[in-house]
């Protein structure tokens, strides 16, 4: 792995990590789904605008059309719906800390539905993952953590890694642009119905909603989704989600930074376990090193 694939892989860990405090502060002033859905559709034009300037057209594979869609009703419609929803009532870091199970509960998918063989070094980094979780949850519960809203934030990271396990081995080809913003007007359109049917459209405009939308528009929706699909391209899926592990250490973190949120010891000690078995899961899947004689 070289320099600018490292840079990369944590600039995507920050950006991803960090949406859970933005998506926080605009649930205060506006619509969860409503304001995704107008999010969605921002980003989506503004990719679709850069990549025509970059030369791309919306000439898509089969496979292509397929990834678009699966991901912008799984990825933007249903894990991000839910998880801005459940932001009404959980913290950040707690959402945060759930959607970081993903490639845990993609290996034990994987496992349970698609015959994957997990090596030992999987079997222990998934027990310390969820031991992770259950430690810190365990204890957010008993101050109070809202229970629905976990249960949303659980619904949507499920969502996510089915789409994971369908696309799997999926590759984005050319027009990464292109795709990027098709993904997001497939969760626009997903989103903006049932916030028609269900929400108030009452916004509360202040500087914070503001600052918060255009930086979640901007920087975790377009910036990131961008960053992952070269990163990818560029070191492969493998390696590339091997810096999800960093996932819950930035979400707990910008939390406490920006939103004031607590940091408890035992916050602490399950973030690290749960870093070190997501990192264990990612490693057992890498190819092994070839040693030259």
């Known amino acids: 792995m070289d320099i600018k694939a490292l840079i990369m892989g944590l600039a995507f860990a920050f950006m991803w990590s960090s949406a859970f405090t933005s998506a926080r502060m605009i649930v205060m002033d506006a619509p ?5 859905a107008v999010r969605f559709l921002i980003s989506g034009l503004i990719a679709l605008a850069i990549a025509r300037y970059l030369g791309e057209r919306i000439a898509l594979t089969r496979a292509q059309w397929r990834a ?9 419609g249903a894990y991000l719906g839910f998880n801005f929803i459940a932001m009404q009532w959980v913290e950040a870091s707690a959402a945060s800390i759930i959607a970081s199970t993903l490639p845990l509960l993609v290996a034990l998918a994987g496992f349970l539905f698609l015959g994957d063989r ?27 953590l809202d229970l629905a809203g976990v249960g949303l934030c659980v619904l949507g990271v499920i969502a996510l890694t089915v789409a994971t396990l369908a696309l799997r081995g999926a590759s984005s080809g050319g027009n990464v ?6 993904q997001m007007l497939v969760g626009s359109a997903a989103l903006i119905g049932p916030s ?10 202040t500087p914070r909603l503001v600052v918060a939308f255009l930086y979640t528009t901007m920087i975790p929706g377009l910036a990131a989704t961008w960053v992952w699909f070269k990163l990818v391209q560029r070191i492969g899926m493998v390696r590339g989600a091997t810096f999800h592990f960093l996932n819950p250490f930035f979400g707990v973190a ?6 004031g949120e607590s940091l408890r010891l035992l916050d602490m000690i399950g973030v690290a376990i749960i870093m070190a078995g997501i990192l264990a899961v990612q490693l057992s899947k890498a190819p092994p090193v070839e040693v030259k004689s």
Not at 32 to 36: A, C, G, K, T
Not at 134 to 140: F, K, N, Q, S, V
Not at 177 to 182: F, N, R
Not at 196 to 205: K, M, V
């Open 32 to 36: 969860p789904m409503f304001s995704l």
């Open 177 to 182: 642009m292109t795709v990027v913003g098709l």
């Open 196 to 205: 028609l049917a269900f929400e108030t459209i009452e916004i509360t405009w």
């Open 118 to 144: 997990l090596k030992p070094l999987a079997v222990g980094g998934l027990l310390a993952g969820f031991a992770g979780v259950i430690l810190i949850m365990g204890a957010r519960f008993q101050g109070g």
């Open 68 to 76: 678009t869609i699966i991901f912008g009703l799984c990825q933007n």
């Open 254 to 259: 910008v939390a406490a930074v920006f939103l």
